[in-house]
């Protein structure tokens, strides 16, 4: 059930995914720095169980803005996914794989988070093999937000993702060569991380390229997918068609029909644009069988929206919306 279409919830989500990852790829960093052979061990002016608070404290930073970004996805009508959708790998019809893999990130974190709690019931053996689940959240996140991220192929996010894999990398690289005592090229490590940020950064700017949809568009086809409610009451009642728009233009429509005896006694309508959150509103002009015809606005910005359907079970339509000024 989706509570909202507000902006601000769109901008949230969004803001609360980056902060998150950012946090995340800290955390990972810096548990790579506290191995057993690395800088952290030779902190002289910060003591150990310091930086580890910190540590654990950034873990817990970073389930919290988990949880607002999933929770203002789950309310947000913009990006309409149910709980189920939002909690079983695969079941989303938004990009099912690269959606999964974000699931699975924050499921595994879950996890880990558990295994943190109980640490000294599992042994320091089991929580230290389990501690490296890190590393499959990590890269699932960031798989996540390459395929997914509204803001993916911004130069800002393409700056943070190829940020994230060379100080992940790098760290994780140095890490292994220093336990096992071989001596890496420092050359051939960041040759081979910048390919690897650069291969994030072709895919993020190409085939998972975001589609940059018009703002606020005067004129478009959406594919429409609603549901119709219906209250009698013993002299009136009233219809009414909350619908979503997807394709050309991100909208959310409503129509509102006052129905007497005698016929229509009045009508409302509304559309809104995502994610800019822009209010159209007006009146239905005409009605058909399987459809509508509403007007909103005024001057330059008049709409005049056509939407029609097939009826569905328990009141759910899908059909098409256009729109023109």
């Known amino acids: 059930m989706h509570l909202t279409s507000s902006p601000v919830d769109w901008y949230a989500a969004r803001a609360a995914g980056i902060a998150a990852y950012i946090l995340l790829t800290a ?76 699931i699975v990130s924050a499921e595994l974190l879950l996890a880990l988070a558990i295994t943190n709690r109980y640490r000294s019931r599992i042994g320091f053996r089991r929580w230290r093999a389990a501690h490296y689940a890190n590393f499959a959240v990590w890269g699932a996140a960031t798989l996540h937000g390459v395929g997914t991220g509204t803001d993916r192929n911004a130069p800002w996010m393409l700056a943070i993702y190829a940020s994230a894999v060379m100080l992940v990398g790098g760290l994780t690289v140095w890490r292994v060569a220093s336990r096992r005592g071989v001596v890496v090229s420092a050359g051939r490590t960041a040759t081979v991380l910048l390919a690897v940020a650069a291969g994030l950064i072709v895919l993020a700017m190409g085939p998972l390229g975001v589609h940059r949809r018009p703002w606020n568009a005067a004129q478009f086809q959406d594919t429409l997918q609603g549901r119709i409610i219906q209250q009698a009451g013993s002299t009136i009642g009233l219809v009414s068609m909350t619908g979503v728009g997807h394709g050309q233009q991100n909208v959310l429509v409503r129509a509102d029909l006052l129905v007497g005896q005698a016929g229509l006694q009045s009508t409302t309508f509304q559309l809104e644009y995502l994610p800019s959150g822009t209010m159209c509103t007006g009146k239905v002009t005409n009605v058909q069988s399987y459809g509508f015809t509403g007007v909103c606005g005024r001057g330059t910005s008049r709409r005049v929206v056509n939407a029609s359907w097939q009826p569905g079970t328990s009141g759910a339509v899908v059909g098409r919306l256009t729109a023109h000024a």
Do not use: C, K, N
């Open 27 to 102: 955390v990972v960093s810096l548990g790579l720095a506290l191995s057993s052979r690395a800088p952290g061990r030779r902190w002289r002016r910060w003591p150990m169980f310091a930086v580890e608070d910190v540590h654990r404290t950034g873990g817990l930073l970073v389930g919290t803005f988990i949880a607002i970004h999933v929770a203002t996805i789950a309310i947000d009508s913009f990006m309409p996914f149910t709980i189920t959708q939002l909690a079983v790998p695969l079941a989303a019809g938004y990009r099912p794989v690269w959606t999964a893999l974000g």
